[in-house]
């Protein structure tokens, strides 16, 4: 199974993401994005094939989507787009892309949707919430 993460490793969400597909026993591709920039395609073929909009890809705590006056339900979806192309950290994340599907993987536990196999148990996320029980079972 190939599996892609669009990746900040300094949030916890992507590092528990990231975490959670490693112990599944995937390497996912792990893409630094805010190292890498987006483009327009890649950014419009992610938000496409998860449901999203440059609206509700949109991070808009811890980045400068306030200060660029992004908030206003009167800017377009084009300009947040081209505010994205500029400022990498305006998107949310992670992004995991794997055959199953592409979601914005908020909560992270969204990514176990995403995995073949879960990981085995007992996960827990960095903070110390169980994922999977002792039995392998989900808990979120």
Same mark, same amino acid.
């Given at each position: 199974?190939?599996? /892609? +993460? ?6 916890? @969400?992507?590092?528990?993401?990231? !975490?959670?597909?490693? *112990?599944? $026993?995937? %390497?996912?591709? /792990? +893409? ?6 987006? @483009?327009?395609?890649?950014?419009l !073929?992610?938000?496409? *094939?998860? $449901?999203? %909009? ?18 206003d ?68």
């Amino acid at each position: 199974m190939s599996i /892609v +993460i669009h990746h900040n490793p300094d949030c916890g @969400t992507s590092r528990n993401v990231l !975490a959670i597909i490693k *112990a599944s $026993g995937v %390497t996912p591709v /792990v +893409i630094e994005y805010r190292e890498t920039g987006w @483009t327009r395609p890649q950014l419009l !073929a992610l938000f496409a *094939a998860a $449901g999203l %909009t440059p609206r509700t890809a949109l991070r808009t705590t811890k980045s400068p989507a306030e200060d660029l006056g992004l908030l206003d339900p009167s800017v377009s979806d084009e300009a947040i787009l081209a505010a994205m192309l500029d400022h990498p950290i305006l998107v949310n994340r992670p992004i995991v892309c794997s055959p199953k599907g592409v979601r914005l993987c908020r909560p992270s536990e969204t990514v176990l949707d995403l995995l073949d196999t879960l990981p085995p148990g007992p996960f827990a996320k960095e903070d110390g919430t169980q994922l999977i029980d002792a039995k392998g079972n989900r808990v979120a």
